[in-house]
């Protein structure tokens, strides 16, 4: 984890506000009008439970006295201040670093604060409302959770490295039933937030660019519990321009980063835990058309063509067998099976702790097994919704939590598996 | 006759038989120095992977850590210096045995090429090694990058820069081992040019019709309005 080192300004509006009760950051820099135009009527419309809490809103922002103008003396009275906080050096990083940096910056603050417990939602203002902060309050002042996660409303085709990679490797790891372990919304109680800050302090500084808000809660406190909380919300993510094979390398890349980091800790986890969801599931996204997966298809066929040499060095015999065996299948009948695509991912897990080969080439040549797992996916659940869907995605969390013991073997026996 | 022959023989034989016993003490000299220096360095790697091991080299070099192992993956900073130090013995061990040797025999011309060319070998040895490295890591680059956006020639151009790095090293070690003279230098132009020729008359000749339709379709091409996409990977 890197270390966060809050700027001069950051400390001195720090000191200034003294304590806050609720810490509620914007994961990105906002407009300060604007803000303030969102946060009042919301503040006026929390519930008496949140009433009578001093919350402290922050963003990335430029200094108290331009931005603000001196908010956080003026709104002292009504228990609600503004504070704005430089932006991280390292938020101008692709895609997720940014986020994760200006997370990890809100939780900083949150520590600094001595508060209760700190929202994080997305620099969009999407999720910028009452309900919203309502449900992850409760999550974490009123039920104790260490972390409360959302669930975003999510269609067939949506979030599929989340699906197919993220949540069942989360899951299998670390024990906790959570739908989205890296998200733009979600709430850290304050005994969380001053671990964060502890062990970002400890580290020298070269470590994990994104922040894993599950890992740190699953690791750190694992006798508490996480939750989750609908949130019925939908993000725009700026998806132009973005390579699959770079973002899938940065998630990919720094989730397996966490797997070596907290090896002992997730060696001693069977099983899985349900989490409690609060809050109302939203009604079902229609899910339009059925994606053509033939595009998916020929990049695996194209990858299977090429990359034999790559995967024979990462992947067991028994592995690139099957995956021979799929590349003769006709294409409406092509399915890789879930045991098959959970071995793929433990044996890249493997292959990037060991550095079989170089860390940038091993996750690229993920994507095109990725694609494969998407394009036969996105064929099994072309004609399912709502709950069948639901039970696909928990029949794959259990195909990763039973190969596990996979996992367990060859991470502690890597060279038995080898010819 | 056939005693002088014999005799012939016998004093070709024995003059022989002299010269290989004059030479004998410098060999011996220079195995044993060798392989005493091969013993030396053996262990001072080992003892300086254990002391690098104990002070956690490795995890305070940090990013630098992350840099070689991309290049290298199996290497690690530690096991990099360990090497270096060893090495360094074994041509120290190369050196102090020519000199060994040289002592040994009344033979200076050996001496004197060995000591003379054991820079250039070193060097040869240093730019082969950074070559193929450099070709296997490139090379596997392009193909991944390649398949990633989905070139059906991919493993084509993969195989192009691999072998374009190590022809260009070969070139290089061949020029600094000064073998081959002028004929190394005529020949790697000739091939490079050929290559980068060939490559334009491709292009330019046989592929002119390719372009110029491929050119005519896209300025026909109605501008399209971009369709939400159905699939969403993040």
């Known amino acids: ?419 | 006759m056939w005693e002088q022959v014999e005799q012939s023989l016998h004093s070709s034989m024995v003059r022989v038989m002299n010269q290989v016993a004059t030479l004998l003490p410098g060999i011996l000299a220079f195995i044993v120095a060798f392989l005493l220096f091969l013993l030396i360095g053996w262990l001072v790697a080992l003892v300086v992977r254990r002391l690098l091991m104990l002070f956690r080299f490795d995890e305070r070099m940090g990013r630098g850590a992350n840099a070689i192992a991309e290049w290298s993956p199996r290497a690690t900073p530690s096991m990099l210096v360990s090497r270096v130090v060893f090495w360094c013995f074994v041509t120290a061990g190369v050196m102090v045995g020519v000199s060994a040797f040289e002592a040994g025999t009344s033979e200076h011309v050996v001496s004197q090429w060995i000591l003379g060319y054991v820079p250039r070998i070193a060097g040869a040895a240093v730019l082969l090694l950074a070559g193929n490295v450099l070709a296997r890591f490139v090379s596997r680059s392009v193909l991944i990058t390649g398949v990633n956006l989905n070139l059906s020639y991919a493993r084509l151009l993969s195989m192009g820069a691999r072998w374009m790095i190590l022809v260009l090293t070969g070139a290089m070690v061949l020029d600094h081992l000064a073998l081959g003279g002028e004929i190394v230098e005529l020949g790697f132009g000739i091939l490079f040019g050929g290559i980068v020729l060939a490559l334009s008359l491709a292009v330019g000749l046989g592929s002119r019709d390719l372009v110029s339709r491929s050119l005519e379709r896209e300025a026909a091409r109605p501008v399209d309005v971009p369709q939400p996409e159905q699939i969403h990977h993040f």
């Open chain 1, 1 to 419: 984890m890197a270390a966060i080192e809050l700027s001069e300004e950051t400390k001195r509006e720090v000191e200034r506000i003294g304590s806050a009760d609720l810490v509620v950051g914007i994961a990105g820099a906002v407009a300060a009008d604007e803000l303030r135009s969102r946060v009042e009527p919301i503040v006026a419309e929390l519930g008496s439970g949140l009433a009578s809490l001093r919350i402290v809103f922050t963003w990335a922002g430029p200094a108290s006295g331009e931005a603000t103008g001196g908010d956080a003396e003026e709104n002292a009275g009504r228990r609600m201040a503004l504070l704005p906080f430089t932006p991280p050096a390292s938020a101008s990083g692709e895609f997720w670093a940014g986020v994760s940096a200006h997370q990890r910056t809100i939780l900083a603050v949150a520590a600094s604060l001595n508060a209760r417990a700190c929202i994080v939602l997305g620099a969009d203002l999407a999720a910028l409302q009452t309900h919203v902060l309502q449900l992850f309050a409760y999550a974490v002042l009123d039920r104790q959770c260490v972390a409360a996660m959302p669930v975003y409303p999510a269609g067939r085709y949506d979030g599929l490295i989340n699906t197919g990679i993220l949540s069942p490797l989360n899951r299998a790891l670390f024990g906790k039933r959570i739908h989205y372990p890296i998200a733009f919304d979600f709430a850290a109680s304050g005994g969380m937030c001053g671990q964060f800050l502890r062990q970002s302090a400890s580290s020298n500084g070269t470590g994990q660019p994104l922040l894993w808000p599950v890992t740190l809660a699953a690791t750190q406190f694992p006798q508490q519990g996480i939750g989750e909380v609908h949130v019925n919300v939908h993000h725009r993510v700026a998806a132009e321009g973005l390579e699959l094979s770079a973002v899938l390398s940065q998630i990919v890349g720094s989730l397996f980063q966490e797997m070596e980091q907290y090896a002992p800790q997730w060696q001693r986890v069977r099983g899985s835990q349900a989490t409690p969801v609060w809050g109302n599931a939203p009604a079902e996204r229609s899910g339009g058309e059925a994606a053509d997966p033939q595009p998916m298809l020929d990049s695996f066929l194209l990858g299977s063509r090429n990359l034999d040499e790559v995967w024979r060095l990462i992947l067991p015999p028994n592995v690139l067998m099957e995956l021979r065996r799929l590349t003769r299948v006709a294409p409406d009948a092509f399915r890789m099976p879930d045991e098959l695509w959970a071995c793929i991912v433990y044996d890249f897990a493997l292959a990037y702790r060991l550095r079989t080969i170089s860390r940038v080439h091993l996750l690229g040549a993920l994507t095109p097994l990725y694609l494969g797992w998407v394009a036969s996916y996105i064929q099994e659940v072309s004609q399912l919704g709502g709950a069948a869907l639901e039970q696909r995605h928990e029949q794959l969390a259990r195909a990763w939590e039973e190969k596990k013991p996979y996992l367990l073997s060859r991470w502690r026996w890597p060279d038995r598996f080898n010819p």
